[in-house]
Nanobody, 126 residues
Framework: QVQLVESGGGLVQAGGSLRLSCAAS????????VAWFRQAPGKERDLVAA????????GYADSVKGRFTISRDNAKNTVYLQMNSLKPEDTAVYYC???????????????????WGQGTQVTVSS
């Protein structure tokens, strides 16, 4: 069982930055791929970024490439999402999710992640 707790959300002006953190409880956290998803009101939960268990592979949604960076510190059981040049359309609840590494370095679909945090709100004002 893995428990995930997100933090770092808040209100920021367009062009600003935030860093989200996802702290995990699992002793074998280094065996898990982790992803950040986001969900805006009335929209589906979409993948933002994902990182493999060893941090050697990662991927991003086209809408955040060049602005967001995912990273992890397995010694601290924490995954980060650095968000720069924020836009109003980045406003959403951000969730981190984890899944044991398997055939792929990480996964693209929400249903492939069995463990989820409670979410943290990010609001970008124009």
């Amino acid at each position: 069982q893995v428990q995930l707790v997100e933090s770092g959300g808040g209100l920021v002006q367009a062009g600003g930055s935030l860093r989200l953190s996802c702290a995990a409880s699992a002793r074998t956290f280094s065996s898990y791929a982790v992803a950040w998803f986001r969900q805006a009101p009335g929209k589906e939960r979409d993948l933002v970024a994902a990182i493999s268990s060893s941090a050697t592979n990662n991927g991003y949604a086209d809408s955040v490439k060049g602005r967001f960076t995912i990273s992890r510190d397995n010694a601290k059981n924490t995954v980060y999402l650095q968000m720069n040049s924020l836009k109003p359309e980045d406003t959403a609840v951000y969730y981190c999710a984890a899944a044991r590494s398997g055939t792929l370095s990480y996964y693209y679909a929400a249903y492939e992640y069995p463990y989820w945090g409670q979410g943290t709100q990010v609001t970008v004002s124009s």
